[in-house]
């Protein structure tokens, strides 16, 4: 960008915000996936959890499009508003898991390294969220309409409540991370490649 | 009772729909008769198979309508007969667990030679069919692998989303063989695609170093 | 007042965090105190710089709570003694544009000779400190060089992103200088890495000198 001295154009083009997004996006959805993985495989080999009580993600009320018919019909500014709310739906239990995590006993380095490193990239990619939404939609950014979060479905004292509590939230952050990023990857074809990615 | 049937393991091509396949148990020569059924996350009813054979037989498949991306799928198969029923266990998956697409089409191979450049080997391929990576609904990883014919050992690459690589380090005269396969988020890698051969051109050229 | 200070330059050497350097104008035998200030895109007001010393003399570094990449930055340095105040030139940029990695580590040679088979040079290298490239942060191009040690001139190759190549047909008995630098999605390549020499084995050739 021609970036005359301190003027308006001086700004990161929206190309680059989207390709560092997708970087970030992808690479949290990836240590996300690795992180369930290695619990499940670590704490809950046959995943009876899953089957008995099913999956409670806290940003299930969010109306995220679940198919590639409905993510096509939305629009992008929704589209990009429901990326912000999710990832804003996230900044507690984020916190909370990094927390957690070193509380958990026998859990391997790996995942606390892990937990700290999302919590870290999320931060940064919701900067950039808020950066990218406001350069699409100008003056458009609702800051208070995203998901909260109820806090941890553990039974004080229960360690398997506990664990299958943060079963379900690493359950849920590889879901919504995955969401995140599959929109982004939409969004980032739709918007600078003109859908012909 | 009829022995036990077995969902044996479910996959998708494109994100969009889903195919699983299914062995009966014995059947101690009686008719017997199979059911799949399914029920996804929080569901309160289960329900049957939509299509048992547009996938072929001992299948289940799921087109676009039936298929959400972000829900747990709970299948299993039921068989009965005059002694009674008997249940196979449940195979329980998210579609981004089974994503598996085709292998990567039209994979071809240029030997570039410049005027004082290193020679190189340009390959590209097509993205497999069905996976719509142009809208950005599936993101494709590669992975290129590539040996002198003659040699067990591969060399691999990895390549993110590009569908052309080029590689520089072959050898003069010798016969390569090259590969391409790829991967969704998902751990399933693709089969390899089709092996394409080249015969790199003979004994390098004089090197002027003035 | 004092003399006209400088912001000369900015780098980051791993796209996460960012040094720049400046000069103070001159003092005129004054005690003259130095502030580098700076703002960000849509930023309401300016700050000064965070680190004056982490990265030595004459510099600010930015780490990675305050470097951003989603925002263009502005620099300047303001100088004031007893009898004024005198800023810099604002210097600008996002951290794509500043990129500059460290070189590439580790550069070993091998000359490989195999029965029926043309001998190569194998170059080969690691990637440079601090370049996250596994997170595909960075993505790295590389360039080798050599020359005969007594020659002049240089022969390049680009490598996109493998770590290695085969060079052939070199001049035997002769003695050779390598070298490989690299360059991420900027237009800055890094230094060249330290040389790395090698004999060629065998007699050098008679020149044809008709």
């Known amino acids: ?197 | 009772p009829p022995g036990k049937p077995k969902v044996t393991s479910c996959r998708s091509y494109d994100k969009e729909t889903i195919t699983c396949w299914w062995e009966p148990g014995s059947d101690g020569g009686l008719p017997t008769n199979y059911t799949v059924l399914y029920w996804k996350e929080n569901a309160k009813t289960e329900q049957e198979c939509p299509d048992y054979h547009s996938s072929g037989p001992y299948t289940c498949y799921f087109d676009k309508a039936h298929t959400s991306v972000w829900h747990y799928y709970f299948v299993y198969v039921k068989a009965r007969n005059a002694l009674g029923t008997n249940v196979s266990e449940v195979f329980q998956f998210e579609i981004g667990e089974v994503v598996q697409t085709h292998p990567p089409r039209n994979l071809s191979l240029l030997y570039e030679v410049e005027s004082s450049k290193v020679p190189y080997l340009l390959v590209s391929w097509l993205p497999p069919e069905k996976a719509d990576t142009k809208m950005g609904w599936i993101t494709l990883q590669y992975q290129v692998r590539l040996k002198e014919e003659k040699k067990h050992v591969w060399e691999e690459h990895i390549v993110d989303q590009q569908t052309k690589l080029k590689l520089f380090s072959l050898n003069p005269g010798e016969d390569y063989v090259v590969q391409v396969r790829c991967k969704a988020d998902s751990k399933h890698w693709s089969e390899w695609s089709e092996e394409s051969y080249i015969k790199i051109p003979g004994s390098p050229r004089q090197r002027d170093m003035t």
């Open chain 1, 1 to 197: 960008p021609i970036c005359s001295n301190g003027g308006a154009s001086c700004q990161v083009s929206t190309s680059a915000l989207f390709d560092r997004a997708v970087k970030l996006s992808h690479y949290i959805h990836s240590l996300s996936s690795e992180m369930f993985n290695e619990f499940d495989e670590h704490f809950t080999p046959s995943r009876r959890f899953l089957a008995i009580s099913g999956i409670n993600c806290h940003t299930a009320s969010l109306n995220t499009p679940e198919d590639k018919e409905q993510a096509r019909q939305i629009q992008h500014e929704d589209l990009l508003n429901l990326v912000l709310k999710v990832l804003r739906s996230w900044n507690d239990p984020l916190i909370h898991m990094v927390s957690e995590v070193q509380d958990i006993r026998e859990a391997p380095d790996t995942i606390l390294w892990k937990a700290v490193e999302i919590e870290e990239q999320t931060k940064r990619l919701l900067e950039g969220m808020e950066r990218i939404v406001g350069r699409i939609q100008p003056g458009d950014l609702e800051n208070e309409i995203y998901s909260p979060w109820p806090g941890p479905a553990s039974v004080p004292g229960d360690e398997n409540s506990r664990l299958f509590a943060f079963y379900n939230l690493l359950h849920c952050l590889r879901r919504d991370s995955n969401k995140i990023d599959n929109y982004l990857k939409l969004l980032k074809c739709r918007l600078i490649h003109a859908g012909n990615c």
